[in-house]
């Protein structure tokens, strides 16, 4: 497994932009799918965002596209979640997650995720 701690949340107006950071602990980081998932107030934990190992693929939710773009730096161990444009109902807290090993396929099931962060708070304001 690969360690994964999140930066980067905060207080925002809408409309205005974040960018979280999920910095991996180990040398293999550029062997997993990344993930992000956020969990919103009183509700489910949900896959926003994710990417394959080098990078070349992404995918997103409906609810983001155009709006968030995520990326990662195999030689920092670090991958990204840019928020652009953001919405009082992106209010959540927000987590990276890893998969295991030899996944080549970007999963929104959270239980496919063996590896997850702290998560990071992110609250914006009407």
């Known amino acids: 497994q690969v360690q994964l701690v999140e930066s980067g949340g905060g207080l925002v107006q809408a409309g205005g932009s974040l960018r979280l950071s999920c910095a991996a602990s180990?040398?293999?980081?550029?062997?997993?799918?990344v993930g992000w998932f956020r969990q919103p107030p009183g509700k489910e934990r949900e896959f926003v965002a994710g990417i394959n190992q080098s990078g070349g693929t992404t995918y997103y939710v409906d609810s983001v596209k155009g709006r968030f773009t995520v990326s990662r730096d195999n030689v920092k161990n670090t991958a990204y979640l840019q928020m652009n444009s953001l919405k009082p109902e992106d209010t959540a807290v927000y987590y990276c997650?890893?998969?295991?090993?030899?996944?080549?396929?970007?999963?929104?099931?959270?239980?496919?995720?063996?590896?997850w962060g702290q998560g990071t708070q992110v609250t914006v304001s009407s």
């Open positions: 180990g040398r293999t980081f550029s062997s997993y799918v």
């Open positions: 997650a890893a998969m295991g090993i030899n996944y080549y396929y970007i999963s929104r099931d959270l239980h496919e995720y063996n590896s």
